[in-house]
């Protein structure tokens, strides 16, 4: 069984950064493709970034394409959401999702296996 466990989120204001960590445990990490998505009150978990196994290739969601990075550091067991320019709409609770299984999809929720408790991200105007 895989455990998730994210840290990093608090309240920022407008045009600052942050950064997400989520460590893994209880399977190789490099047998897992890591993910990130958020979910705003009344709406549906969305899809924001996503790395393989790797660490080679990273996906993103249009609207943080140039303003978030996704990495992972197989040494730490851990994989990052560096955060920038924040706006007041990238405010959600975070979530690290992971996939043990092949043929994935870095885009589809239902596509991961495990995830994480969440972390709350608010951004102030």
Not at 46 to 66: L, P, Q
Not at 74 to 95: G, I, R
Not at 110 to 117: M, S
């Amino acid at each position: 069984q895989v455990q998730l466990v994210e840290s990093g989120g608090r309240l920022v204001q407008a045009g600052g950064s942050l950064r997400l960590s989520c460590a893994a445990s209880g399977r190789t990490f490099s047998s897992l493709a890591m993910g990130w998505f958020r979910q705003a009150p009344g709406k549906e978990r969305e899809f924001v970034a996503a790395i393989s196994r790797s660490g080679i290739t990273t996906y993103y969601t249009d609207s943080v394409k140039g303003r978030f990075t996704i990495s992972r550091d197989h040494a730490k067991d851990t994989v990052y959401l560096q955060m920038n320019s924040l706006k007041p709409e990238d405010t959600a609770v975070y979530y690290c999702a992971a996939d043990g299984s092949a043929g994935w999809n870095p885009y589809v929720v239902d596509d991961y296996d495990y995830w994480g408790q969440g972390t709350q991200v608010t951004v102030s105007s």
